[in-house]
């Protein structure tokens, strides 16, 4: 069986687009639309997205409507008001040392954004490498034991290469359904071989007539302009309003 740093060097995702960057806003926002988002729906929208906002300071300029809107349809849109806000800070105060101090990044983006960009050994654990590794285990693990063993099990890469190879193995080969077990550079020392440890509390729940969807709707309404309040969903249009989505004035709603 090939070793984790061979599998990765043949079989890696070393095209996608972001990864042939190391500036740190690039490497940010493919971060945050990766969090909740398939790569698939990225591709197409990430070259666009940083195309139009390739710096802080473009971002920051434009009112955070504008890139809601550009958004488009990836889902969670928190995360473009975040990402808007991040940008604010970066424009204003320069990049913080330690990058979860920004709006909208987490121990894990923090992580991967210093692991990629600034070549930081920096242990990060999302949804893919989060799963081998429990695999690997046989059990949940808590963020600092995942990172923990992500850095055992990940050796001798380290830092962006670590990183990227656990993800890729998680994302091609420790798939939730069907692993390909026999296929893994990392089979040899994992307690399950596919065997889920119980997952179930992130488990996504369901969009089909759920509260998301009805902010979706609302959302989407207002991507296309100002809207009468008598038209919109109520209750989501005042959870937007809450999250800075949305704002009302007088009978109206638009984006912010
Ligand atoms: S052996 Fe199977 S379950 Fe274990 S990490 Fe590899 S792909 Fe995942």
Known sequence: MASLAAWYREHGRHDLPWRLTTDRWAV???EVMLHQTQVSRVLEAWPGFIGRYPTPPTMAAVAPGEVIR????????RRARALW?????VSERGWPDDLSELPGVGRYTAAAVAAQADGADAPGVEANIRRVVERIAGRQLGDAAAEALSIEVGRPLRGRDRLLALMDVGALLCRPRAPKCDACPLSARCKTRGVLPDDGRRRQPR???SFRQRRGRVLAALRSGPQGLSDLDADALRSLEADGLAVITGTTARLP
């Open 28 to 30: 940010l926002v493919s």
């Open 70 to 77: 550009a958004w488009g349809t990836l889902g969670y849109p």
């Open 85 to 89: 806000e991040a940008a604010r800070v």
């Open 207 to 209: 969009y089909e007539g």
